[in-house]
């Protein structure tokens, strides 16, 4: 019912930067958030970054100062823009939107397939 399509990850070295894209589409009546989720090896999903549609965003305090969430409402786009990339970033990064569909009476998750992100030392 909704799809959301990632792009931007990659290989970077240390001290570089990423910017992701996340675009959704489909049944979509409203979205209620947008947002990163990333999962590194051995460890637990966490959230990066979620902003609202209307703007208010919340940061991991890991990358705060380093990383910045925005959005296009008219695209149905968010974006993370990330700086002073260090190894322990590396992981695999989830897109992520709170949304409810046409005709639909409750908000649901969806979740992009998921873009790699590897920071070499």
């Known amino acids: 019912q909704v799809q959301l399509v990632e792009s931007g990850g990659g290989l970077v070295q240390a001290g570089g930067s990423l910017r992701l894209s996340c675009a959704a589409s489909g049944r979509i009546s409203s979205i209620n958030a947008m947002g990163w989720y990333r999962q590194a090896p051995g460890k637990q999903r966490e959230l990066v970054a979620r902003i609202t549609s209307d703007g208010n965003a919340n940061y991991a305090d890991s990358i705060k100062g380093r990383f910045t969430i925005s959005r296009d409402n008219a695209k149905n786009t968010v974006y993370l823009q990330m700086n002073s990339l260090k190894p322990e970033d590396t992981a695999v990064y989830y897109c992520?939107?709170?949304?409810?569909?046409?005709?639909?009476?409750?908000?649901?998750?969806?979740w992009g397939q998921g873009t790699q992100v590897t920071v070499s030392s």
């Open positions: 992520n939107a709170l949304t409810k569909v046409l005709g639909g009476l409750r908000l649901a998750d969806y």
